[in-house]
Each structure stands twice: as structure tokens, then as C-alpha cells.
């Protein structure tokens, strides 16, 4: 069975998360959603109202899983026997920063781990995490960017409402 993990901080899920991970559910038996915890940034959800958005977000993926971690992408991916790294790219400066992660990854690993790109489609190019929370804050309209259901959490979060 060949699978794969998608890990990042989703913080929170965007539509650019979710086509990756419906484009990568079709290329592998298995994807494993992994949400990291990263002591280098400020999230505006723990991690566990991440994984439960993605669970939300994931629902109707038979193939998904959710799960979270800390340390590093490389020793979770081998304790979970997995050879496999998925990652996103919307424009030349991802990949930039991507290919230093997934060359340090696979030197780490002992050349046991790969990183396979996939690009982002067009309509969701722009968007960002980041951009979605500044967007929200602001109390923007955040629907061309994540789901409802994760929308009305970021709202809530930063409003205390569901707009």
C-alpha cells in the first residue's frame, strides 16, 4: 500500500489545503493529514481544534486521516513507516523554501524520504493561511477562501460571533 503524509499547521484549512489533499487522496492508498505543532509560530487554534477542523473538512476522503505531531517531519514519517512527503506550491518562492525542507528531509532520512510537489490549482494560487486570518480580522469576507464551518470558527475566535 503506498502511502503518504501531508504535514503542516493548517491554521486554519483552506481551500488551497483541501484541493492537495483531494488531488494527493487520488494519487495514494493513503494520506495522513498531519498537523504540526510549531514552537516557531503563533496559531491562532491549538492544534486540536486544527485536527478537528481537517476531520470536518476530510469527512467524505475514506483514504484521510488526521492526526497531529511534534518535532520533526522525519521522525514522524518513520514511525509511521511512511516514505512519502506531500507538499503544496502556489508560486517560485514556495518552491524555494520547499526544496530546502525537502532536501534536508531526504539527507536526514538517510535518503529513505521523498518530498513529491504538487502545485496548487490556480483558483486557490492566493491564498494563504495568513492572508485568511488578516482577512477575518479585519472582518472581511473569508467564504471564497475556507469552508463555512471553518469560517464561522475564525469569527468566532477573533469577533466572538459567527458573523
Do not use: W
Not at 35 to 48: A, G, P, T
Not at 109 to 120: A, H, I, N, V, Y
Not at 128 to 150: R, T
Amino acid at each position: 500500500m503506498k502511502s503518504a503524509i501531508y504535514p503542516g499547521s493548517f491554521d486554519p484549512v483552506t481551500y488551497g489545503h483541501l484541493d492537495v489533499i483531494k488531488r494527493s487522496a487520488n494519487i495514494f492508498d493513503e494520506l495522513t493529514v498531519c498537523v504540526s505543532y510549531n514552537v516557531m509560530k503563533s496559531s491562532l487554534f491549538s492544534v486540536e481544534e486544527r485536527v478537528k477542523m481537517l476531520k470536518e473538512a476530510t469527512k467524505d476522503l475514506p483514504n484521510v486521516k488526521v492526526d497531529s505531531f511534534s518535532g520533526l517531519t522525519i521522525d514522524y514519517a518513520k514511525e509511521k513507516n511512511v516514505h512519502v512527503i506531500v507538499r503544496g506550491l502556489r508560486a517560485i518562492t514556495d518552491f524555494e523554501y520547499e526544496l530546502q525542507i525537502a532536501q534536508t528531509n531526504h539527507k536526514l532520512s538517510g535518503g529513505e524520504l521523498d518530498t513529491m510537489f504538487l502545485t496548487t490549482a490556480l483558483e486557490y494560487a492566493y491564498l494563504s493561511s495568513s492572508s485568511v486570518k488578516e482577512i477575518a480580522y479585519f472582518n472581511g469576507d473569508v467564504s471564497p477562501c475556507v469552508p463555512d464551518f471553518v469560517a464561522k470558527e475564525i469569527y468566532n475566535k477573533y469577533h466572538g460571533n459567527n458573523k
